[in-house]
């Protein structure tokens, strides 16, 4: 399985101000795009922060990551993105570049946003059992992979495990995970793994992943600017 994912960087003029409910901003924008939920990003991830209270000041450059299955719409997502403001709470800002990145396919593999787990409502604590957090896991893949390709995967191998002890933190009142991590199995999970996210909520910002932990390296994909309709 290909896998492309859009890199966005914003506009920052001057330091801006994201409160905690961003992603719910980031979520209906790009639902009314992609016209379903199969989609994820990652955690809004500045140059330098500074956090308070009730978000974070991104100071310099910010950007994200965004990926979904199919490649007509990732291309609408990035023409929209270019035209396009994107309204947040304290403001509007535009994308100023937009870069098509290349995924590579590793076993290993970092957090860009937390992951979080449910199961019949209820969310699931990685340090009670990972196994069965694992198991969960690879249920939503399926799941997934049956509702976008009308079938079932031909292997359903899956196993997931963090690499050491994950950071846990409380979002709303529900655990979410963030760390280095191990998948084993089927390359078509583990592909869908990186197009759609793992876990739960993915289209409102949970489960992003990627196999490169350094965001802000120089990179030689294929780039966007918003310059007049110029690309480099």
């Not at 974070?56 to 965004?66: P, R, V």
């Not at 990972?130 to 992979?145: A, D, G, H, N, Q």
């Not at 079932?152 to 979410?176: A, M, Q, T």
Request: glycine letters at 6%; one cysteine or more.
């Amino acid at each position: 399985m290909s896998v492309v994912k859009l890199r966005l960087e914003f506009d920052l003029n001057d330091n801006f101000f994201f409160d905690k409910e961003y992603k719910q901003v980031l979520s209906e924008y790009y639902y009314n795009i992609i016209g379903n939920g199969f989609f994820v990003f990652s955690d809004i991830i500045p140059k330098k922060k500074k956090n308070s209270n009730d978000g974070f000041w991104a100071i310099e450059k910010a950007a994200f990551d965004f990926s979904t299955v199919s490649t007509e719409k990732l291309l609408n997502v990035a023409m929209n993105a270019m035209k396009t403001p994107i309204q947040f709470k304290y403001g509007s800002l535009k994308i100023k570049k937009v870069r098509f990145l290349k995924v590579k396919l590793e076993n290993k593999a970092y957090t860009l946003s937390p992951i979080i787990v449910f199961k019949n409502g209820n969310p699931l604590l990685y340090e009670e059992s990972p196994e069965y957090f694992s198991e969960v896991l690879r249920e939503i893949l399926i799941f997934k992979y049956k509702d976008l390709f009308g079938g079932y995967p031909h292997d359903d191998r899956f196993v997931f495990y963090f690499k050491s002890k994950p950071l846990k933190e409380e979002i709303n009142g529900f655990p979410v995970y963030k760390g280095c991590f191990e998948m084993i199995g089927s390359e078509d999970l583990i592909g869908l793994s990186y197009n759609t996210g793992l876990g739960s909520f993915n289209e409102l910002g949970f489960g992003m992943i990627s196999s490169d932990l350094y965001f802000w390296k120089k990179s030689t994909d294929i780039e966007l600017r918003n310059n007049n309709g110029n690309s480099s």
